[in-house]
């Protein structure tokens, strides 16, 4: 598993993609629907520019704010490192 290249292992995957200005709410519940642990977040120009987890959730909660009301811009990890999908999965790993 650890030797495939990543464009095999998610050749057939299709990630949840939102916009910066989405609610949290609204990013919880679409990950709910699909079983999903994240969401790419893009920018209005359709760039990735951050991803949201469920941990980011948990931060925002405990800080006090409101998932009804924050943008995913506001609550997401701000700039992802990404790996090419010429890359071994323990590329990835690592």
Do not use: W, Y
């Not at 924050?70 to 990404?82: C, D, E, Q, S, Y």
């Amino acid at each position: 598993m650890t030797n495939r290249l990543l464009s095999h292992i998610v050749k057939n995957q299709k990630p949840l993609v939102l916009r910066a200005e989405e609610t949290v709410q609204a990013a919880c519940r679409a990950m709910r629907e699909i079983g999903a642990g994240s969401v790419l977040v893009v920018d209005g120009d359709g760039c990735l520019c951050g991803i949201f987890t469920g941990r980011d959730a948990v931060r925002l909660l405990a800080k006090g704010g409101a998932a009804r009301d924050a943008p995913l811009g506001k609550a997401m990890t701000r700039n992802p490192v990404a790996i090419e999908p010429t890359c071994l999965a323990i590329d990835a790993l690592r």
